[in-house]
Antibody, heavy 119, light 107 residues
Framework: EVQLVESGGGLVQPGGSLRLSCAGS????????MHWVRRDPGKGLVWVSR????????DYADFVKGRFTISRGNTENTLYLQMTSLRTEDTAIYYC????????????WGQGILVTVSS | DIQMTQSPSSLSASVGDRVTITCRAS??????LAWFQQKPGKAPKSLIY???SLQSGVPSRFSGSESGTDFTLTISSLQPEDFAIYFC?????????FGGGTKVEMK
């Protein structure tokens, strides 16, 4: 069974940093692109970032470019999102998702982790 | 970016009802559309991919269709476990984008 489990969320002050992790199991982690998506409070889902299967290519939404860094450890089957210079508007539930079949088809998702940016 | 406009944002229905949810893409996406179900505190679950292909294990009361840039998710006979939020996702181009979601509530 494919499972994705996020961790590392919590409360952080504006300007602070946080690192999210997403542990994958039940599939060959190194064979898939991986994504981060967030749900802003009261709003819909917004794609944040993606990384290819071997970690050599990354993409970011404009609103996080230069502040967030996606990476992965294929040995430990874990996806990461390093978030710096956090803003109140980064408050959201963050989901990791697997790019299955087509790289942008998010076929399996984690249950999400809450990040709250507030003073 | 491709915009996905989903309607309605919410609906009330009874067990046994036929339910229809629509997503409209701002440009052609050649059927690269998926539908998901999400329950509170749970991971989104993929129901349909390629506009009309049912994911393994998903009940046959769920179906998807495509007409140009309009996509429809139909639940033929709503069951108690189907009360949830449903959203669409296009994966034709980057970035992947999502419909705003439809909350299916009990009437």
């Amino acid at each position: 069974e494919v499972q994705l489990v996020e961790s590392g969320g919590g409360l952080v002050q504006p300007g602070g940093s946080l690192r999210l992790s997403c542990a994958g199991s039940g599939f060959t982690f190194r064979g898939y692109w991986m994504h981060w998506v967030r749900r802003d409070p009261g709003k819909g889902l917004v794609w944040v970032s993606r990384i290819n299967n071997d970690g050599t290519s990354t993409d970011y939404a404009d609103f996080v470019k230069g502040r967030f860094t996606i990476s992965r450890g294929n040995t430990e089957n874990t996806l990461y999102l390093q978030m710096t210079s956090l803003r109140t508007e980064d408050t959201a539930i963050y989901y990791c998702a697997r790019g299955g079949g087509a790289p942008n088809f998010l076929d399996y998702w984690g249950q999400g982790i809450l990040v709250t940016v507030s003073s | 970016d491709i915009q996905m406009t989903q309607s309605p944002s919410s609906l009330s229905a009874s067990v046994g009802d036929r339910v229809t949810i629509t997503c409209r893409a701002s440009q052609g996406i050649s059927g690269y559309l998926a539908w998901f179900q999400q329950k509170p505190g749970k991971a989104p679950k993929s129901l349909i991919y390629a506009a009309s292909s049912l994911q393994s294990g998903v009940p046959s009361r769920f179906s998807g269709s495509e007409s140009g840039t309009d996509f429809t998710l139909t639940i033929s006979s709503l069951q108690p476990e189907d009360f949830a939020i449903y959203f669409c996702q296009q994966y034709k181009s980057s970035p992947p984008t999502f419909g705003g979601g439809t909350k299916v509530e009990m009437k």
